[in-house]
Every structure is written in C-alpha cells, then in structure tokens.
C-alpha cells in the first residue's frame, strides 16, 4: 500500500513561520509535490522536489531527503490568504500520484 | 479562458440514478485524469488518459466508466449512483505524467 502521512491541523500567527512536515512510504517514487487547496477550491500547484535539498519561491520553500522518505514544506512570512489545505503527494511514476490526508492551515490575526 | 473546466459545479441525485460529468482542457495537455475527493478530504485518483488512452484505471467500481473523445475532453459516466459516491469529483490534465497537474474547479455530487 501507500503511505503518506502530514499532520491534520496547524495553527501559527501571521508573519510567523510554520513548517508541514510529509513522510512516505510508496512502490516508486519519482518526486513529491506540494499542492494550497482553499476550501471549495480546486488544489493548486505549489513545488515539486526531484532531488535531494531545499528549493525555495518566494515565501514557501521545499525540501525533500529522498532516504529518509521526508519533505517538509516551509511557509515564511504568514498571510491570512495562506490558511488552506497543503496536500503532500508522491508521484510514483507512470503517471500515479498519491495524495496524502493534507494538512489545514489556519492563520490567526 | 478557463484552463480545466467542469460541469456541472453541483449535482445532486437520487440513489440509482445515472449521471456524467464533463470535464474539457483548452492547455493542450496530453494526460487527463479524474480524482474522487472524499468528505475525509484524501484525494484519490480513479482514471488516467494519455492521448485518448486509458493509462490508469484504479480500483474503482465498474459502475464508474471514463469516456476521452478527444485528448482535450475526458467525461465520467455513473452508473446506479450510490449514497457512498458522494463526494467532489476533481478532473486535472498535465503535459506528459510528471508534470504539474491543473485541476478543474470540482464537481461536488450529492446522491440522496
């Protein structure tokens, strides 16, 4: 089967920095992918880790351990805007991507 | 200049009924899937097409039946809907299998 675990709720302050930590444990493994879905909405694209390291845009960064099986998605700078759900998905080649459960943001005045 | 488009957004049906969903891309992707989001919010992926071909069929009731007349449109067909399939349905297309996927807006399905 396939595992993908992130927490189920954060909370943090706006302007202050929250970390959502994803581990996996998958049959193949190309990448793992970071995906904001507001409520009602549609998940949309954020980063997509290949390699080993930290890949940063802007005010989210990526890093990915590929040994470890471990991603964490780091959020700088909080926003209102940026209380969401943060789904963690490994793609597992030929065209499979396996979503984890997704992490719910909410920032606080 | 919708990128994935979904109708209808809601739909609400008795049990038993068969109902479709539409889904087109206008981003002349090659890869269209459809997605099952439960009231859990875990995302799973039901059906892939790569140019009009199924690639991905997952463990999904056969009363569950995908249709691609073009690689531009991918529709879903159910069969005698059932108080489980409610859900929202998601449609998203990506060039090739390891790129970003874009999703359409959903389409969330009421069977009473």
């Known amino acids: 089967g396939q595992n993908i675990d992130q927490p189920t709720e954060m909370t943090a302050t706006e302007g202050a920095i929250v970390q959502i930590n994803c581990t996996y444990q998958?049959?193949?493994?190309?990448?793992l992918f970071w995906y904001q879905q507001h409520a009602g909405e549609a998940p949309t694209f954020l980063s997509y880790?290949?390699?080993?390291g930290l890949e940063e845009k802007g005010r989210f960064s990526s890093f990915l351990s590929r040994s470890k099986g471990y991603s964490y998605l780091l959020l700088k700078e909080l926003q209102m805007k940026d209380s969401a759900s943060y789904l963690c998905?490994?793609?597992?080649?030929?065209?499979?991507?396996?979503f984890g459960a997704g992490t719910t943001v909410t920032v606080r005045a | 200049d919708t990128a994935v488009s979904q109708t209808p957004k809601y739909l609400v049906t008795q049990m038993g009924n068969d109902k479709s969903i539409k889904c087109e891309q206008n981003?002349?992707?090659?890869?269209m899937y459809w997605y099952k989001q439960d009231s859990k919010k875990f995302l799973k992926i039901m059906f892939s097409?790569?140019?009009?071909?199924?690639?991905i069929n997952e463990t999904v009731p056969n009363r569950f039946s995908p249709k691609s007349p073009d690689k531009a449109h991918l529709n879903l067909h159910i069969n005698s809907l059932e108080l489980g399939d409610s859900a929202v349905y998601f449609c998203?297309?990506?060039?090739?299998?390891?790129?970003?996927?874009?999703f359409g807006p959903g389409t969330r399905l009421t069977v009473t």
């Open positions: 998203a297309s990506s060039q090739g299998g390891v790129e970003e996927q874009y």
């Open positions: 998958t049959s193949g493994f190309n990448g």
């Open positions: 880790n290949v390699l080993d």
């Open positions: 998905a490994v793609d597992r080649n030929d065209y499979k991507l396996s």
């Open positions: 981003l002349g992707h090659d890869t």
């Open positions: 097409y790569n140019n009009k071909e199924l690639i």
